[in-house]
């Protein structure tokens, strides 16, 4: 089935920008949890699995919500939520290039991180053992955007650019090319012009020697005569 890709945020620095692509069900699960929050903000986790060197997957059916402490303001995952999400892990191969998603919601604000989120991002990496993590904010409106988080070997963070898939249906094209061919007459394209047929179109075409037998007659000179 074909794919539609819509990008919700696109770094300006495309050559070299990872790539976090997210199927439709889950981002509108992530969505749905915003909306459903009401006023206050919500938290929750899903995982990408690594395709190639910039390209990352959400893992269908990865998307879920923990205990949480949660306010207007805030969404706090608690002790028990983190149990969660380091069971949930365990699904996976040491070996498998699978990496945490934290999301989290603006409620009805802008889809951008603030510098408490950026903070945040950074305890992360002094408080676990993860190599590197992806962190996604978006509001109830369906705005998102995302961010690679990487501890080791050195501390980054950059922006990605996140792709929603969604699956395209095949049209039957059948019925819309009748009814082309019943409503629609094609115009047939006009003849080459000459210099002795009418210009058509605004096409103006030259004469050639076999149009006029005295197309190569010298010019009269009256001087000739003198």
Known sequence: MPKKYTALCRPLALSSAPQLIIGRAEFDEMVRYA?????????GYAFARQLDTEQFWVIPGSVFIVD???????????????????????????????YRILWHSHV????????TDLKSHDDIGRATALDAMFALVLNNRGQASANLEVYQPFRIGTQVELLVV??????????????ITKKCQVIPPPPPATYRTPVVAGVVTMGDWEDDPDYDEPLYNPFEEI
Do not use: I, W
């Open 108 to 115: 009805g604000g802008q889809a951008t991180f603030s510098q």
């Open 35 to 43: 909306v459903a929050a009401g006023k206050n903000e919500v938290c």
């Open 68 to 98: 949480q402490h949660v306010a207007p303001g805030t969404a706090r995952t608690d002790p028990a939520g983190e149990v969660t999400v380091m069971d949930y892990e365990e699904r996976f191969d040491e070996k498998d290039p699978v």
């Open 166 to 179: 969604d699956d395209v249906e095949e049209v039957d094209l059948e019925p819309y090319k009748r009814a």
